[in-house]
């Protein structure tokens, strides 16, 4: 597992990079409405990207189609914008990627698309807490599967699971880097965090069971039980004083 560590300076082009990928969270979010389709969302997050000097990472990548990764209901990743309007009561995961000057960022939120059901409700809670309560655990000297175990736990305290086919990861130059960040684990085991470090972490958490079954397009991944699923991410630098939240002003 080779971590490549960043210099101050570098995790500053990753806060710029960010910053672009958070500003396409919340124009695409507030876009969000009954009607409005995925691939309308699509072409809005390009425009925004280009427009403040980015690049989107996930365009083309691995001959992946389109900007963002557009996931609704059962969808847990990588569902691929489509021309099929969005409905009342239905939610929707948001996953962007930017490079800016050849660094990137990567975040998600999972979107209520009018009003949802409480089931919904508490499901896209849940899932926001538990991401949270993940970053919390970053700091120098924690250990790699202490933030999983924090969303484990947090998600099946709820009666949730969490998804194993897919992990969080480290983020730089590549849009994948080592190490690996699972949604799962033991506490104090795994490899030792240290300053440089910069790792999205990704909670994906079904409102069911933790299974996972794949569309014939190859990318789109949904709950095998046809359960709801959630999504939210931020990329993590390791500083000294703990953990810095890229793109936004929080230091935690």
Request: glycine residues 12%; negative net charge.
């Amino acid at each position: 597992m080779a971590v490549i560590l960043k210099t101050p300076g570098e995790i500053e082009l990753m806060d710029r990079a960010n910053r672009i990928v958070h500003q396409v969270l919340d124009e695409v979010g507030a876009m969000i409405a009954p009607g409005v389709t995925s691939r309308e969302l699509d072409r809005l997050a390009e425009r925004v990207i280009r427009g403040a000097g980015g690049v989107p990472a996930f365009l083309n990548y691995r001959g992946y189609p389109a900007t963002l990764c557009i996931s609704v209901n059962d969808v847990i990743v990588h569902g691929i914008p489509c021309d099929v309007p969005l409905r009342e009561g239905e939610i929707v995961g948001i996953d962007c990627g930017v490079f800016y000057k050849g660094y990137c960022g990567d975040a998600a939120r999972t979107f209520a698309v009018g009003e949802v059901g409480p089931d919904a409700k508490r499901l896209l809670q849940v899932t926001e807490e538990a991401l949270r309560l993940a970053v919390a655990q970053v700091r120098p000297g924690a250990r790699l599967q202490d933030i999983g175990w924090t969303v484990q736990r947090h998600a099946e305290s709820h009666g949730f699971s969490v998804v194993r086919e897919f992990t969080g990861h480290g983020v730089g130059t590549s849009l994948h880097e080592d190490p690996q960040v699972p949604n799962f684990g033991s506490p104090g085991k795994g490899k030792k965090l240290q300053p440089g470090m910069v790792l999205a972490i990704e909670p994906m958490i079904n409102a069911g069971k933790c299974g996972v079954k794949m569309d014939a397009d190859g990318w789109t991944a949904r709950t095998e039980d046809g359960s709801l699923s959630a999504h939210f991410e931020y990329s993590v630098a390791v500083v000294p004083t703990g953990a810095r939240v890229l793109g936004t002003d929080r230091t935690i």
